[in-house]
């Protein structure tokens, strides 16, 4: 079953057919809602709004480690992470999808390992390549089929949040070698890759980062939601395209 994780902007994924929620705790507490079940064309999926269904959660207050166990425990078998960015690179305006490659991790203080306690040896995952190469593959090649522009490869900065950056923090981002910069990529990643649960995310440039472009002089929320939702109904096609016949034959 495919697991999706919807960030801003996607609290509900319009063209799941719902057959039933859940409610789920884990031995880490309670993930950020209810599971949503339910179908996208042939394919069974598994939905999960990483802020909450009200948008009520903080990057910094989600429980990363509650939310991949319930999926987990789910029977996910792959995950597709929905996250919006601000664009660092010239190329990636708001507006744009791309798909990550790599990440740099800026947070402190979240839980980001389910090998704490409890664990006969110490345990340390391989995380050379964050993001699970055949599932990048795969949204790219659903994104052509379905007939929207995707950008391959970014390194996204996970930053703590819940605060925007500095023009100065952005400047020392790029010169880290970051392409956009969000606030919830870590743990989320790491704990997928712990779970062994195949992760990939799509990023939505809803902003130039701060000091850029028509940031330059601060980030205007009034233009984010125009353009999260139009990119939003890509995003959803993109989904669509990966739970088609060609890429997950029933
Ligand atoms: N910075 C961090 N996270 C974000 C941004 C940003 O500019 N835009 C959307 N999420």
């Known amino acids: 079953m495919l697991a999706i994780i919807g960030g801003s902007g996607l609290t509900q994924l319009a063209n799941l057919d719902v057959s039933h929620r859940e409610v789920v705790r884990t031995p880490f507490g309670d993930p950020s809602g209810a599971l949503?079940?339910?179908?996208?064309?042939?394919?069974?999926?598994v939905f999960l709004a990483r802020h909450g269904y009200g948008h009520t959660i903080p990057p910094h207050m989600v429980n990363y480690r509650a939310n991949l166990w319930a999926?987990?425990?789910?029977?996910?078998?792959?995950?597709?992470?929905?996250?919006?960015?601000?664009?660092?690179?010239?190329?990636?305006?708001?507006?744009?999808?791309?798909?990550?490659?790599?990440?740099?991790?800026?947070?402190?203080?979240?839980s980001s390992?389910?090998?704490?306690?409890?664990?006969?040896?110490?345990?340390?995952v391989d995380f050379?390549?964050?993001?699970?190469?055949?599932?990048?593959?795969?949204?790219?090649?659903?994104?052509?089929?379905?007939?929207?522009?995707?950008?391959?490869?970014?390194?996204?900065?996970?930053?703590?949040?819940?605060?925007?950056?500095?023009?100065?923090?952005?400047?020392?981002?790029?010169?880290?070698?970051?392409?956009?910069?969000?606030?919830?990529?870590?743990?989320e990643a790491v704990l997928a890759r712990e779970l062994e649960l195949p992760y990939a995310a799509i990023c939505v440039v809803a902003n130039w980062a701060a000091g850029r472009a028509d940031s330059r002089d601060g980030i205007r929320f009034d233009h984010i939601e125009a353009i999260l939702q139009a990119a939003m109904i890509r995003t959803r096609n993109v989904i669509a395209g990966l739970c088609s016949e060609e890429f997950c034959p029933s």
């Open 71 to 110: 999926l987990k425990e789910a029977k996910a078998g792959r995950i597709v992470s929905v996250a919006s960015v601000g664009g660092i690179r010239q190329d990636l305006v708001p507006g744009s999808l791309v798909i990550p490659h790599q990440i740099i991790d800026y947070t402190w203080g979240r």
């Open 128 to 187: 050379t390549y964050p993001y699970d190469e055949a599932l990048r593959a795969e949204l790219l090649r659903a994104a052509e089929a379905a007939g929207e522009t995707i950008l391959e490869g970014a390194v996204y900065a996970a930053t703590q949040g819940p605060r925007l950056e500095t023009a100065a923090e952005v400047d020392r981002l790029e010169r880290d070698g970051a392409d956009i910069v969000g606030m919830t990529g870590m743990p």
């Open 113 to 124: 390992t389910f090998f704490e306690s409890g664990v006969s040896q110490v345990v340390h």
């Open 36 to 45: 949503t079940f339910g179908r996208i064309g042939g394919q069974s999926v």
